[in-house]
């Protein structure tokens, strides 16, 4: 019954997507030749724009575009490969045709068991079942304990994990969260090319009664949700670091059995880091709210062009590294003129440093609406800013960018060996 269903479902989407695309080669724009490296728009088949703006977030990451050219084992019908072919020509890849219609790419989506029926869809839950099968296709199930000490220097106790799934319509999309296989599983999983949204979260537990702490807890990520705060002041906003810090800080768990003094109804302190940063940061802010009814936040949350993820990861809690956490949480300058990112006072001072690449922008309300993306150019035009929406590709300016109201938003690691950085 569960087949035949699914059956009907995956034919119901095929031949609604099929009916759209011959919709849109009878009237839908003239199509015209993009000069190579130039920004390609993508065609809306009907509610699509949520897999547009993902598409053009996801082009602007150079760190996952050179990720996909060493998958070289894809087969010739995976979504890992279809993707590939599809970030190409968004970036301009030459005898582009613009705008472009994602064929191949939708049909692997259809193909996973995603349907795209009438009505709007949403962009990050997307992105974790294009993630989620980038994984099966690509990597190899881990299932053993192991140490954190190969992915953090340092040797944490003992290390659990967990299982999740997400459900998506009559898709059950298996875990996102992996396990691990051998003690090497880090050396191993770079060896093979983790995804660059792969990350690890690391939480522990102290008693409040006898201080004893339980060994460290991971769990892998591959995007950050963060949840609003209440609401302030008109004309105040929040900021990125703001919420990023809300996410990781200590928490008190009440009536935890404590294997240190052996009571059963212990108060304890729950800390949560990051225990490995992904070279690509995804940052999901969670904008649906429930105050007697759901609706839409569109409150400005301020972010960084340069994000210091110093502060929250594991190492630099452990070791007390943060000798002026006020410094080292504020605003780095980088909003206009030069960063060095070459200074010896720099590398020192920072090591997790990420660039913004895109910015997802969801407009409307609750149940309607529109997605765009600002998105970083490639290559030569590494500097450039551009507005996406669907079929319109437009120059923009970085503070146009710095003002919207993000849904998502991409960064990407910065090597100690980048160059410095030229800020229009």
Not at 41 to 51: A, D, K
Request: charged share 20%; net charge neutral; hydrophobic share 35%.
């Amino acid at each position: 019954m569960y087949d035949i269903k699914r059956e009907n479902l995956f034919l119901f989407a095929t031949v609604t997507v099929a009916l759209a695309i011959g919709a849109f080669i009878l009237w839908g724009p003239t199509y015209r030749r993009k000069r190579k490296g130039q920004i390609v728009g993508l065609v809306n088949l009907g509610y699509t724009c949520f897999l547009n703006t993902l598409l053009q977030a996801l082009a602007s990451c150079p760190v996952v575009l050179d990720w996909f050219t060493r998958q070289i084992n894809c087969k010739q019908d995976s979504l890992t490969l279809s993707l590939q072919n599809t970030l190409q020509v968004i970036n301009g890849k030459e005898g582009s045709d613009d705008p472009y219609t994602p064929n191949d790419l939708i049909r692997s989506l259809l193909a996973q068991g995603w349907v795209i029926a009438p009505g709007e869809q949403d962009a990050h839950e997307l992105f974790h079942v294009i993630v989620t099968t980038m994984e099966e296709e690509t990597q190899q199930p881990f299932s053993k304990e192991c140490s954190l000490y190969d992915a953090l220097n340092d040797r944490p106790r003992e290390i659990h994990s967990d299982t999740v799934q997400v459900r998506r319509s009559t898709f059950l999309l298996r875990a996102t969260v992996s396990s691990l296989e051998s003690c090497s599983w880090w050396q191993e999983a770079k060896f093979k090319g983790p995804l660059p949204f792969q990350g690890l979260f690391t939480s522990q537990l102290q008693c409040m009664s006898c201080k004893y702490k339980s060994p460290v807890h991971y769990a892998t990520f591959y995007s950050l949700s963060l949840v609003l705060p209440q609401r302030i002041s008109v004309g105040e906003f929040h900021t990125l670091q703001e919420l990023i810090g809300h996410y990781v800080a200590s928490r008190v768990v009440n009536d935890v059995c404590c294997d240190g003094c052996g009571r059963r109804d212990t108060d304890q302190v729950k800390s949560l880091n990051f225990g490995k940063l992904p070279a690509c940061l995804c940052i999901h802010i969670a904008r649906t709210t429930w105050e007697g009814e759901a609706f839409k936040r569109d409150d400005h949350i301020k972010f960084p062009e340069i994000l210091t993820m110093d502060p929250y990861t594991y190492n630099n809690v452990i070791q007390k590294q943060l000798e002026n956490a006020k410094m080292m949480i504020g605003d780095h300058p980088s909003s206009n003129g030069f960063v060095d990112l070459t200074s010896p006072t720099t590398k020192k001072r920072f090591k997790h440093l990420y660039l913004l690449r895109a910015v997802v922008v969801h407009k409307g309300g609750l149940l309607c609406g529109h997605f765009i993306t600002y998105r970083r150019g490639i290559g030569e035009y590494y500097n450039s800013w551009y507005y996406t929406s669907d079929t319109e590709v437009r120059e923009t300016t970085l503070q146009e960018v710095m003002e919207a109201s993000a849904y998502m938003l991409f960064y990407t690691k910065l090597s100690s060996d980048a160059a410095p950085l030229i800020v229009n």
